[in-house]
């Protein structure tokens, strides 16, 4: 199998790698039910529809590539799901202790308790971080996926 990409003609113009990034666009688009995008992706490369026609949908594609790399990705959505309080968490001794499971764009990342501050009784982290944050969230912590502060937010959240 050649290593060589074949062009067809009518997407003279564009380098392999943006017919690439077309196709691969109006897939996901496909997938994702947005018949829009699918429809605009599929005009790119249209070998039977005018020049101006093919020549607009590139320009706006291309234009949304170069939007899409400039960007920064978006910032992550870190929830949590409380799993026990008080007495059933793993500080029963201490009737404020709240049990989570952590969630990073909806993927588990790792389960935590965190105890009511002495002075206003907020929730929030104890100790030294093996303390409250079982070994997949300190790995996630320490890659600097979440912060302690975001881990502590989504749970008073969750507490809600």
């Known amino acids: ?17 943006q017919v690439g990034d077309i196709g691969l ?3 996901c688009a496909f997938a994702a039910g947005d018949n829009v995008m699918t429809g605009l992706c599929a005009r790119a490369l249209n070998p039977n529809i005018t020049t101006s026609q093919r020549d ?7 234009a949304a590539l170069d939007h899409l790399r400039s ?9 949590a799901k409380i799993t026990a309080r008080g007495p059933r968490s793993t500080v029963p001794n201490n009737a404020g202790a709240v049990d989570a499971t952590v969630y990073v764009d909806g ?12 002075y206003d009784g907020r929730l929030d982290v104890w100790g030294e971080l093996d303390h409250w944050a079982d070994d997949s969230l300190r790995t996630a ?14 749970v008073i959240a969750a507490d809600r």
Do not use: Y
Request: hydrophobic content about 40%; charged content about 20%; proline content about 13%.
């Open 1 to 17: 199998m050649p290593d060589v990409l074949h062009v067809p003609p009518h997407t003279e113009g564009l380098t392999e790698d």
């Open 25 to 27: 666009m109006g897939l």
């Open 56 to 62: 607009w949908a590139r320009v706006m594609l291309l």
């Open 71 to 79: 960007s920064p990705p978006p910032a992550p959505t870190i929830t």
């Open 107 to 118: 993927r588990h990342v790792g389960d935590c308790t965190l105890l009511p501050r002495q």
């Open 141 to 154: 912590l320490d890659a600097g996926t979440l912060s302690a502060d975001d881990v502590v937010e989504a």
